[in-house]
C-alpha cells in the first residue's frame, strides 16, 4: 500500500488472498455471494443472490447432505462450521474442490438463522495423493456408518443401565478411541457418577459435586453445550478449578457432550484421550451422534428399571403368604407374572384363615393383563378374605364377590368394552377330616393326584365368572381328599402357555404330574430336590401317562415344593417363586398355581413305616338338570383305571356306568351320585363302583325282544361284570358292579416299564 493511498476494503483484502464471502439468510431462502465467491460456484465474477435451490444445484450431492450435518452440529454447539466441497457444472462434472468455514447466528425478531461464511479454493494434491484422497475419505465414511450402526444396534439391545455402560465402555471409534469415558447424572442439584471406564474403582467419588461447580460435565449439564478440551494447557485455562482433578489422570485431550433426550438434559458423557485430539468436525459429529444414542438407551433402561421396581412392588404387596404350616397337610404356591407392561396381570390366589378353624384357598384371574386388572384384582382379592373371614359359605362368598366385582367396574367403566369379569375358584378345606367345598366361578376345575400317582380331573359344577351377572348363584361340590393325595388348582396360564389349548395343555400337566417322583432324592436332607425337570420325572409307561410311568407311594413330606418348581419348569423353565426370570419375555399368560397336599396314612413327619397299597376312589354327582355330565363320569372311569391290564374290561366298566347314571336320570326323579373305588395289589386289584339315588324303585332284569329299545341294562351288568347287585337302602337304593384284574400270563404288574 502506497502512502497517501485508503485503506483496503474487507472485500479487497479477500479478493487477493482468492477468498470468497457469502450468507445465507433462512427466514427468505436466498444465499448471496460476492464477485469471488461467484466465480468458484462456476458463475460470471460479480456479486449476486441466489435462491437456495439454485446454490444447492452447483454442489455435489452428497457433499450438499455433509453441509447440512456440519452446521447443525456448529449451530448446537456454538462453534464454526468447516467443510469441503465439491463444485458442479452444468454437466454435472466436478470442476473444482473448495473448503468453507461459516458461524451462524439466530435472529429472535425474524426466529431465523443467518449464517456468514468464506470458500476458498483447495489446492489439487499430487498425483500419488489425489489417487488415495478419495478412497480415504470414502474409507472414513464407511467406517463412521458401519460404527455408528453397530453402536446404535448395541445401545438398543442394551437392557439395563449395566448393559449401556458396558456398551459405550466398549466402543471403537473410527481413527480414535478414548482411554477413558464417564457418564455423569443429576440427583436433585448435584453432578453424579453414573458409570465410568478406565478409572480405578472409588475414583468417582471425587466427581459428585454441586452443579455451580467450575467443573466442564457440570457446564454441559447446565448449558446443553458440548465442551471440547484439545490440550492440558486449554483445559486448565478454561478450568483451573477442577484442573487438578483431571491431572491425575495424565490424559491429553477431553470431550465432554450433554446427554439430551426430548429436549432435557438428563446427563453429560466423558471422553478422554491420552494423546491429542483436535475434534474435526467428523469427529464431533460422530461423538454427538454416539451422545444422542446413549442418551436415549439411558433414558429407555431407567424407565424399564423403575418399571420393574413398580413390578416388584406391586408383585409383594398383592402377592399373600401362605401362613402357618397346617397339621395334617402343606400347601404350596406359584406365581410368574406375563412378560408383556408392567409383568403385572390379573392371575392371583390367597389363602384364607376361616373363623371355624378350617381354612380357604383362592385362585382366580380378572380378565385383562394391565394396570387395571391388576387394581380390579387387588380390590377382588380384598373383598373376598372379607366375606370369608365373616365366615360365609363358599357359594354365598362368590355371589357377594360378584356382586361386588359388577358394581365397581360398571361405575368405573367409561363404555360396555371396559367391563371387566373374573374367574375364581373357592375351596374351603377342613384340614382334620379332608373333606373339600368347592365353589367354582367359570374357573378350570381341580386337579388330583392320588396316593399311586394316578391324575383326576375332578369336574365341578360352577356358575358364571364373576362380575357378569350380579345375581348369579354358585353350587357347592363336596369331595374329600384322602390321604396321600394332592390337589391342583390353576390358572389357564399353567395350561395354555406354549401354543396349548386346554385339552393338549392339560395333558401335558397331567404327564408331569403322573411322572413325577414322590420320593426325596438320595442326600436330599430337605426333601426339596434340585427343581430340575429330569430329577423329578421317572421314564416308564402306563396308559394316560405319556409314557411317563408314575412312582407308587406317597407324597414325601417336603416334595410339595419340588413338585411345583417341576410344574413350572416343564412349561417355561427355571424362575423363583414370585420373581420374574429372564424367561418372563417369552409368556402369553400370568401363571397362578396352588398345591395342597394331605399327608399319607402313617407318613407323618419321620415316620419311615410300610403303609398298605393306596386304594384310589374317585366320586361324582349327576344332577338331573345336568344329563351331559356321564360323559364326565365316563372319563372319569377311564382315567382311574388307565393303567388296567385288561382293555375289554375297561371298556365294559365305562358302557356300564354310562348304563347305569342313564337308568337313574330316566327312569327317578333323583340325581345319581356314582362312587368308583379301586383296591389291591397290581394284577390282582378290584374295581368297583356304585351307583346311589334317592328312589325306592327297584330295577329289575328283563327279557327284552329285538326291537325294545330299554330293558337291557341288568342284562348287560350280568354279562360284563364279575359281581353286581341292587341293594335297598333306607331313603333310597345302590346298585353296583365288580371288576377283578387278573395277572398276565407271564407274572408281571401287567403294566409297561420303558
Excluded at 206 to 222: G, K, N, Q, S
Amino acid at each position: 500500500m502506497r502512502t497517501g493511498e485508503p485503506p483496503p476494503t474487507v472485500e479487497d483484502v479477500l479478493s487477493a488472498l482468492e477468498t470468497g464471502l457469502w450468507t445465507w439468510d433462512s427466514a427468505a431462502g436466498a444465499v448471496t455471494v460476492d464477485a469471488e465467491a461467484a466465480r468458484m460456484l462456476g458463475l460470471p465474477p460479480e456479486p449476486r443472490t441466489l435462491t437456495q435451490a439454485c446454490a444447492r444445484a452447483r454442489l455435489h450431492p452428497v457433499d450438499w447432505n455433509e453441509i447440512v450435518s456440519v452446521v447443525q452440529l456448529a449451530g448446537a454447539e456454538d462453534t464454526i462450521a468447516e467443510v469441503r466441497i465439491r463444485v458442479m457444472d452444468e454437466r454435472g462434472r466436478v470442476i473444482r474442490t473448495v473448503r468453507s468455514r461459516s458461524k451462524s447466528k439466530f435472529d429472535p425478531v425474524r426466529n431465523s438463522v443467518e449464517m456468514i461464511g468464506t470458500i476458498q479454493e483447495v489446492t489439487e494434491p499430487s498425483p500419488e495423493t489425489a489417487s488415495r484422497a478419495p478412497a480415504v475419505t470414502g474409507d472414513w465414511r464407511r467406517s463412521r456408518e458401519a460404527f455408528l450402526l453397530d453402536a446404535g444396534r448395541a445401545l438398543a439391545e442394551a437392557r439395563s443401565t449395566e448393559e449401556v455402560l458396558r456398551v459405550a465402555a466398549g466402543l471403537a471409534m473410527p481413527g480414535f478411541s478414548p482411554d477413558g469415558l464417564a457418564v455423569f447424572g443429576v440427583a436433585a442439584d448435584h453432578l453424579t457418577v453414573t458409570g465410568h471406564h478406565g478409572h480405578k474403582k472409588g475414583d468417582e467419588a471425587a466427581f459428585h459435586m454441586p452443579l455451580e461447580t467450575d467443573y466442564p460435565a457440570a457446564e454441559v449439564v447446565r448449558t446443553g453445550r458440548a465442551v471440547y478440551l484439545s490440550s492440558p494447557e486449554e483445559y486448565k485455562a478454561r478450568y483451573p478449578t477442577s484442573w487438578p482433578l483431571a491431572e491425575q489422570f495424565g490424559r491429553q485431550s477431553w470431550a465432554f457432550l450433554p446427554l439430551i433426550v426430548a429436549g432435557r438434559t438428563i446427563g453429560a458423557w466423558m471422553a478422554g484421550f491420552t494423546y491429542p485430539v483436535t475434534f474435526t468436525p467428523d469427529e464431533r459429529s460422530v461423538l454427538t451422534t454416539v451422545a444422542r444414542m446413549l442418551a436415549q438407551a439411558l433414558s429407555r433402561t431407567d424407565a424399564a428399571e423403575t418399571e420393574r421396581e413398580l413390578t416388584d412392588g406391586l408383585q409383594r404387596t398383592m402377592l399373600p403368604t401362605l401362613g402357618p404350616e397346617i397339621p395334617g397337610m402343606s400347601v404350596a404356591a406359584r406365581y410368574v407374572p406375563t412378560g408383556g407392561g408392567l409383568q403385572v396381570g390379573g392371575d392371583w390366589y390367597d389363602m384364607i384363615a376361616l373363623p371355624s378353624g378350617r381354612f380357604a384357598l383362592v385362585i382366580g384371574d380378572v380378565q385383562g393383563h394391565d394396570v387395571r386388572a391388576a387394581g380390579l384384582m387387588g380390590q377382588l382379592r380384598i373383598a373376598l378374605r372379607a366375606y370369608a373371614s365373616e365366615g360365609h359359605r363358599p357359594d354365598a362368598v362368590l355371589s357377594r364377590a360378584s356382586r361386588f366385582l359388577h358394581g365397581i367396574t360398571n361405575d368405573s367403566a367409561a363404555d360396555l368394552a371396559d367391563l371387566r369379569f373374573a374367574t375364581c375358584l373357592y375351596v374351603e378345606v377342613d384340614p382334620v377330616t379332608g373333606v373339600l367345598d368347592i365353589a367354582r366361578a367359570g374357573h378350570l376345575d381341580p386337579a388330583v393326584r392320588m396316593a399311586d400317582g394316578t391324575v383326576l380331573l375332578r369336574p365341578t359344577p360352577g356358575g358364571l365368572p364373576l362380575g357378569i351377572d350380579p345375581d348369579a348363584d354358585y353350587p357347592t361340590t363336596q369331595l374329600v381328599l384322602e390321604p396321600g393325595e394332592t390337589m391342583l388348582l390353576c390358572t389357564d396360564g399353567l395350561i395354555e402357555t406354549g401354543g396349548h389349548d386346554l385339552d393338549t395343555g392339560w395333558r401335558r400337566v397331567r404327564t408331569i404330574l403322573e411322572g413325577f417322583d414322590a420320593r426325596p432324592y438320595e442326600g436330599d436332607g430337605d426333601g426339596s430336590g434340585d427343581g430340575s425337570v429330569g430329577g423329578g420325572l421317572k421314564s416308564g409307561g402306563g396308559m394316560g401317562s405319556g409314557g411317563l410311568k408314575s412312582v407308587p407311594g406317597l407324597l414325601e413330606p417336603g416334595r410339595l415344593e419340588a413338585l411345583a418348581d417341576v410344574l413350572v419348569q416343564a412349561v417355561h423353565g427355571p424362575s423363583s417363586h414370585h420373581t420374574p426370570g429372564p424367561l418372563a419375555d417369552r409368556r402369553e399368560d400370568d401363571i397362578a398355581m396352588l398345591l395342597l397336599c394331605r399327608a399319607g396314612e402313617g407318613r407323618g413327619r419321620g415316620d419311615t413305616t410300610a403303609v398298605r397299597p393306596p386304594v384310589r376312589r374317585t366320586a361324582l354327582t349327576v344332577a338331573q338338570a345336568e344329563p351331559e355330565r356321564i360323559a364326565g363320569a365316563r372319563q372319569q372311569v377311564r382315567e382311574l383305571l388307565h393303567d388296567w391290564t385288561s382293555d375289554d374290561q375297561i371298556h365294559s366298566a365305562v358302557l356300564l356306568v354310562s348304563e347305569m347314571l342313564t337308568n337313574v336320570l330316566v327312569h327317578t326323579d333323583a340325581d345319581a351320585l356314582l362312587v368308583a373305588e379301586m383296591a389291591g395289589e397290581g394284577g390282582k386289584r378290584r374295581m368297583r363302583i356304585e351307583v346311589t339315588d334317592t328312589s325306592d324303585d327297584l330295577p329289575h332284569k328283563r327279557h327284552p325282544g329285538e326291537l325294545a329299545s330299554s330293558g337291557r341294562g341288568l342284562v348287560l351288568m350280568d354279562m360284563l361284570a364279575d359281581a353286581w347287585g341292587v341293594d335297598p337302602r333306607g331313603d333310597g337304593k345302590s346298585i353296583w358292579f365288580e371288576l377283578y384284574e387278573a395277572a398276565p400270563a407271564d407274572g408281571s404288574d401287567g403294566r409297561l416299564v420303558v
